[in-house]
């Protein structure tokens, strides 16, 4: 029996090979994609050189991105204020919001930069974090016994070149408990906060380091320098707020960053400004 075994010759293992269907599958599988990639990219741009944007919705992609979010933003607040999700309340808001962006246009707004979702998230993050940790914080001032807290009107630059981002930045800082923007100067960039609580240094400290934090964070999320491209409208309301010329240029640079500001929310250039 050994023998016999020994003797046997064992049949070589051959490689099981693609077969002619599985191989057909394949190709048309591959042909299949090739095929959908190159229509989808030719109707993309047959589509892009035929179908003009209409002039009320914008004629950059980031200005009709947010026009297009003003309006299902407007459609949603149309619906809430139905109480009631419904086809046709999502089809009226639509309709009205189209004849507000074509009746009753808003102003134009610049978009400039990119937006990097990350730091905004950390953005939001932190913002839910202040939210609870200063409501605490106000709540025990306005229960503790002893005298009230005290108050005051601090002033502070910022380096933010766009205005939609500054405004982005003075809604954070005004959803935070204990602090209130009452005023922006357009053409120093600076801000006019009422601080709930500055009893002492450590209070400015902290709000001058929350202000820088988040300065520093909208400018990464939105106006990073090698990322920056100004929209054709920056600077439309500068006549408005009558910046000169180059001092926009100089504040849309960061120039303005780089001057101090004191404890008190002055900086060593205002005393000329004042004269």
Same mark, same amino acid.
């Given at each position: 029996?050994?023998?016999?075994?020994?003797?046997?010759?064992?049949? =070589?293992?051959?490689?099981?090979?693609?077969?002619?269907? !599985?191989?057909?599958?394949?190709?048309?599988?591959?042909?299949?994609? &090739?095929?959908?990639?190159?229509?989808?990219?030719?109707?993309?741009?047959?589509?892009?050189?035929?179908?003009?944007?209409?002039?009320? &919705?914008?004629?950059?992609?980031?200005?009709?991105?947010?026009?297009?979010?003003?309006?299902?933003?407007?459609?949603? *607040?149309?619906?809430?204020?139905?109480?009631?999700?419904?086809?046709?309340?999502? &089809?009226?808001?639509?309709?009205?919001?189209?004849?507000?962006?074509?009746?009753?246009?808003?102003?134009?707004? =610049?978009?400039?930069?990119?937006?990097? $979702?990350?730091? &905004?998230?950390?953005?939001?993050?932190?913002?839910?974090?202040?939210?609870?940790?200063?409501?605490?914080?106000?709540?025990?001032?306005?229960?503790?016994?002893?005298?009230?807290?005290?108050?005051?009107?601090?002033? @502070?630059?910022?380096?933010? !070149?766009?205005?939609?981002?500054?405004?982005?930045?003075?809604?954070?800082?005004?959803? *935070?408990?204990?602090?209130? @923007?009452?005023?922006?100067?357009?053409?120093?960039?600076?801000?006019?906060?009422?601080? +709930?609580? @500055?009893?002492?240094? !450590? !209070?400015?400290?902290? +709000?001058?380091?929350?202000?820088?934090?988040?300065?520093?964070?909208?400018?990464?999320?939105?106006?990073?320098?090698?990322?920056?491209?100004?929209? $054709?409208?920056?600077?439309?309301?500068?006549?408005?707020?009558?910046?000169?010329?180059?001092?926009?240029?100089? @504040?849309?640079?960061?120039?303005?960053?780089?001057? $101090?500001?004191?404890?008190?929310?002055?900086?060593?250039?205002?005393?000329?400004?004042?004269?």
């Amino acid at each position: 029996m050994m023998t016999d075994r020994k003797n046997e010759r064992i049949a =070589p293992v051959r490689p099981v090979g693609k077969g002619p269907v !599985k191989r057909l599958l394949i190709n048309i599988a591959r042909y299949s994609v &090739l095929g959908f990639a190159w229509t989808t990219v030719s109707a993309w741009v047959w589509l892009r050189e035929r179908i003009r944007t209409p002039h009320w &919705l914008g004629t950059d992609g980031r200005e009709v991105a947010v026009r297009l979010w003003s309006m299902a933003w407007l459609a949603f *607040v149309w619906v809430l204020l139905w109480g009631t999700v419904s086809w046709a309340n999502v &089809l009226a808001g639509l309709v009205l919001a189209i004849a507000i962006g074509v009746l009753l246009p808003l102003p134009r707004v =610049p978009v400039e930069g990119r937006i990097h $979702p990350l730091t &905004l998230l950390v953005l939001i993050l932190r913002l839910i974090v202040d939210f609870f940790v200063s409501s605490a914080q106000v709540a025990w001032l306005a229960i503790r016994p002893g005298r009230p807290p005290l108050g005051a009107v601090m002033r @502070v630059r910022v380096a933010i !070149k766009s205005d939609m981002v500054l405004t982005l930045a003075v809604d954070y800082l005004n959803l *935070v408990p204990g602090t209130m @923007v009452l005023e922006i100067d357009h053409r120093r960039r600076l801000l006019y906060v009422h601080v +709930f609580d @500055v009893r002492s240094d !450590k !209070k400015v400290r902290s +709000f001058y380091n929350q202000v820088a934090f988040v300065e520093r964070m909208f400018i990464k999320a939105f106006e990073r320098d090698s990322e920056w491209h100004p929209s $054709p409208f920056h600077g439309i309301d500068d006549s408005f707020h009558h910046v000169p010329d180059g001092e926009h240029a100089a @504040v849309a640079n960061g120039a303005a960053r780089h001057r $101090p500001t004191q404890v008190d929310g002055t900086t060593p250039g205002d005393e000329e400004d004042r004269r």
